[in-house]
């Protein structure tokens, strides 16, 4: 049985909705956010207190891109995942990856400082440039989804549930007034897909069972 330890639409989403999508059975813990502060016990499970860590047997995972990866090529092969032989094999990884590394990291600074941050902690400024920079790499992708239903391969891969939280986190923070229209497109169909709705019904149920507030708390300083 898989373990997700998980924050209400975090970037732990990202396997959440993997598992949804392939289809396994999985157990949900639910974190008040951020658990390094409002569950302390969780570092035991993760000393980096960062969320997602995900079980399956004695292997620990803590990376989003990385998790989807190996959910892809362990229990889906040829559906989730690009085999090495593919073409699409290269641009798939590049996708996988653009979507943490290049997409979220900007939104984690507008999700700081102006969110969270309280006082003249906030910094309207901050969020703002990098509200723009996150928008100015996303368009890098309006030509090819322009032509493209989905990003590489011909069809969904688990690429595109990693841009796919960073369209979530987006709409979150209101930066989805910013996409471009083949963006716009795109982030409807990924929502309209069942496996999506299912992950979000699925956090919804486990942070009420659980007692966990659906929207994190403002205090996140160290
Ligand atoms: N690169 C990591 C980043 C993990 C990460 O920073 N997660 C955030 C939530 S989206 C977190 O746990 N923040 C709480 C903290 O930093 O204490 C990934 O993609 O999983």
């Known amino acids: 049985m898989i373990t997700l330890h998980h924050c209400v639409s975090a970037r732990s989403f990202r396997p959440l909705w993997m598992l949804e999508e392939i289809g396994l059975d999985y157990e949900l813990r639910m974190l008040p956010f951020p658990p390094r502060v409002h569950a302390r016990s969780y570092l035991s499970i993760n000393p980096l207190g960062t969320i997602p860590a995900l079980f399956d047997g004695d292997l620990r995972m803590t990376e989003s891109a990385a998790i989807c990866q190996y959910l892809a090529a362990r229990f889906s092969p040829g559906r989730l995942d690009v085999d090495v032989a593919d073409p699409a094999f290269g641009a ?30 906030r910094q309207p400024q901050v969020a703002e440039d990098y509200g723009k920079w ?88 160290p």
Not at 94 to 120: C, S
Not at 160 to 175: I, N, R, T, W
Not at 191 to 201: D, G, N, S, Y
């Open 92 to 121: 798939y990884l590049n996708h996988l990856h653009f979507g943490e590394a290049t997409l979220t990291f900007p939104q984690t600074l507008v999700l700081r400082y102006a969110h969270f941050e309280t006082g003249e902690r």
């Open 134 to 221: 996150f928008l100015a790499r996303l368009r890098t992708l309006e030509p090819l989804l322009a032509e493209r239903e989905f990003l590489c391969a011909g069809r969904f891969t688990a690429a595109d549930v990693s841009v796919g939280y960073a369209l979530l986190l987006a709409e979150h923070l209101g930066l989805d007034k910013g996409f471009t229209p083949a963006v716009e497109s795109y982030w409807a169909r990924l929502k309209a897909r069942p496996a999506f709705q299912a992950a979000l019904r699925a956090q919804e149920k486990a942070a009420k069972e659980q007692g966990v507030p659906t929207m994190p708390s403002p205090d996140i300083r």
